[in-house]
């Protein structure tokens, strides 16, 4: 199998959904002619031409509103948010509109389209593109949101969430877009949205993570268990919404402890509401309190102070030795 970055993977999964599907196209800035800022959707234009894959206005809420209504219409719209913290300008669209849409209508119409994000810091980006705002979209009900943690999952996740018939907000870590590659395979490959993964079985300590957070998590266990010879559960959410708790609350309840990681700032983030979920399903098999390991309760900051705020290394592995020793 190759090795892919993100960015390949991602650009893999649109490019064998278009032509497998052609009700499927994409619309955003650049994604066209400049195959999207991040290169994304580089060389898809002129594989299915500027009717299938269209360059828009700067207008996040126009773009959706299009998405919408080709959704609608039959078509299966992936719409691109150049970065994550330009999205707040469609959030009425999508609130008011794509996620109401199968309630409104009682079932006889749902509004299948896909809506891309980069989101995260960790690559010393500008004021509104380094933010972790997925318990914003995940508070909203009717819509699901996706967040993959390498290429493979990103690829397979996304042919998911092209084909499910609801709204799907697809969040990508960019910091993750090209620090490492994995083998992809070319054939189709789907994982299903609303189930998290068990990547590493354990039986002293559960530790959940998504997005970017999963590589330092892998390190920091990796270093925790050969200093303690613990053995620690890791699972990868992959979904926020629909939050698989049960492969959650299964993992704690054979465990007793846990620690989430998230880079997203602490307080009402998923964290809170996984934890709020352990205390209500398996609160009398805890041995120790549930751990946040979280960014802070600020504004993303810039370049060199970035490093402290995402959850660094040292911070994580001082986390999961505190609980294990609790």
């Known amino acids: 199998m190759p090795k892919l970055t993100m960015v390949q993977a991602i650009n893999l999964?649109?490019?064998?959904?278009?032509?497998?599907?052609?009700?499927?196209?994409?619309?955003?800035?650049?994604?066209?002619?400049?195959?999207?800022?991040?290169?994304?959707?580089?060389?898809?234009?002129?594989?299915?031409?500027?009717?299938r894959v269209l360059d828009t206005p700067l207008a996040e809420s126009a773009i959706l509103g299009t998405a919408i209504g080709m959704a609608v219409a039959g078509l299966r719209p992936v719409a691109e948010m150049q970065f994550s913290g330009f999205s707040y300008l469609m959030v009425h669209q999508w609130e008011g509109n794509a996620t109401r849409m199968r309630s409104r209508t009682q079932g006889q119409h749902t509004c299948p389209l896909v809506v891309r994000m980069p989101y995260g810091g960790?690559?010393?980006?500008?004021?509104?593109?380094?933010?972790?705002?997925?318990?914003?979209?995940?508070?909203?009900?009717?819509?699901?949101?996706?967040?993959?943690?390498?290429?493979?999952?990103?690829?397979?996740?996304?042919?998911?969430?092209?084909?499910?018939?609801?709204?799907?907000?697809?969040?990508?870590?960019?910091?993750?877009?090209?620090?490492?590659?994995?083998?992809?395979?070319?054939?189709?490959?789907?994982?299903?949205?609303?189930?998290?993964?068990?990547?590493?079985?354990?039986?002293?300590?559960?530790?959940?993570?998504?997005?970017?957070?999963?590589?330092?998590?892998?390190?920091?266990?990796?270093?925790?268990?050969?200093?303690?010879?613990?053995?620690?559960?890791?699972?990868?959410?992959?979904?926020?919404?629909?939050?698989?708790?049960?492969?959650?609350?299964?993992?704690?309840?054979?465990?007793?402890r846990c620690v989430v990681v998230q880079e997203a700032p602490r307080s009402f983030g998923v964290a809170s509401e996984i934890i709020a979920r352990l205390n209500d399903e398996v609160l009398l098999y805890l041995e120790a309190p549930v751990k946040r390991l979280t960014g802070y309760d600020v504004v993303t900051p810039y370049f060199g102070r970035e490093k402290a705020y995402i959850p660094p290394l040292p911070r994580i592995v001082r986390g999961l030795r505190e609980t294990l020793a609790f």
């Not at 499927?24 to 009717?51: C, K, N, S, Y």
């Not at 054939?187 to 993964?197: D, S």
């Not at 266990?221 to 050969?226: P, R």
């Open 13 to 51: 999964a649109l490019q064998q959904e278009m032509a497998k599907d052609d009700r499927v196209l994409i619309l955003g800035e650049d994604v066209g002619v400049d195959g999207g800022v991040f290169r994304v959707t580089e060389g898809l234009q002129d594989a299915f031409g500027p009717t």
């Open 122 to 256: 960790g690559v010393r980006a500008l004021e509104h593109h380094s933010e972790s705002r997925e318990a914003v979209y995940a508070h909203i009900p009717g819509g699901k949101v996706v967040i993959p943690s390498g290429p493979r999952n990103a690829r397979a996740l996304l042919v998911a969430a092209i084909r499910d018939p609801d709204p799907v907000v697809f969040m990508e870590p960019k910091h993750s877009y090209r620090s490492f590659r994995e083998e992809v395979p070319e054939a189709e490959e789907v994982m299903p949205i609303g189930q998290a993964q068990v990547v590493q079985p354990g039986s002293d300590l559960t530790v959940v993570a998504w997005g970017a957070m999963m590589r330092p998590l892998l390190k920091a266990v990796e270093q925790v268990g050969g200093e303690t010879g613990a053995s620690i559960e890791v699972i990868d959410l992959l979904t926020v919404s629909p939050l698989d708790s049960a492969t959650i609350c299964d993992s704690v309840r054979r465990t007793g």
